[in-house]
């Protein structure tokens, strides 16, 4: 049983891919940029593990806001009931309702993804058959199937901030949004980037937003003796550029949502370029990480942490200015 006429719309990121698919099954089509910023999906998080294994590097990084999936649905006042226990009775009823599941996951259970802890993954499951589900995923254009029992180890994993257990839900269908005004939307827009703006200039902790970009530059000359160094470098260009980033930290991605709706938010061009700007200085953040990885020389290593230190520190103060005017522009337009 899988759901008739959906169809898996993949795009750059898993949660605003998965946002999207859903929202074109229901009728009410967004672009994937919106997805992402009314999710208030961009953000920053840096961890450091008191336990790592050969599955979760000594540093974790992710250039994203935790929740994408619950802030979208909480902003059209469709909150999502995480069902926090394993139900997989209520997988079954659900599907032959004809609504579709969103789940938030640790790809190390999911069969068609590698061994490794990267939470946070979003995607939908659309069907069921014996024990198995389908799963609609940025991983392919079609469904992958997977056990009930991987998608519960999927779920059954509690690591803050990105992940929780068992946070997989009933989607909502957003009637509200098919009869949204442009003006209703409008605003919706501007509460979303509210949101994102408060969360990075006053996160919730010292590890989170520009607090914890300035963590991750201090805390990088650690890195040359760190034991998994090689992993922990690869994993991290690995969270910048690739796994469902779109490129630069998700810094694209949200200078898309802002190009969207520059109209309506009065968002300068010099704005929107500078997102575009901190982009392209995270993806060279990246490929440094990538050549530390496989660097065997501890003098050239320890230049390419301290060049990295550097830039990391640049981007805290671009991406502190950026969001101030942004702070300035939401003003405006509440005042």
Known sequence: MILKDFENIVGHHCSSSAIRSLLAFDG???SEAMCFGLGSGLGLFYSIEEKPTEAL???RFNGRAPNLEGNFFELFEEPLDWFKTWQPEQVTQVLAQQRPLIAQTDIFGIPYYDDVHFT???LLVVGVEDNNIYTADIAAEGFLKMSLDDFKTSLDVDMPPMLSKYQYAVAPKLDSLNNLGQADLDDKVLQALAKTVLYMLEPPSSFEG???LIAFAYDLPNWKTLPDRSWTA????QSIEKRGTG????RYLFADFLEENKSYLQCEDEVIAGFRDVALLWTKVAQSFKTIAFEESEAQVDELL????QQLEFLAVSEQQLFEHLYVLIQRKVS
Request: proline share 8%.
């Open 234 to 237: 690869r994993f991290t260009y």
């Open 120 to 122: 946070g993954h979003g």
């Open 247 to 250: 490129g630069g930290n998700f």
């Open 28 to 30: 009410c089509p967004l």
């Open 306 to 309: 301290s060049q990295t230190q």
């Open 210 to 212: 520009i607090a914890g």
């Open 57 to 59: 590097p000594s540093r």
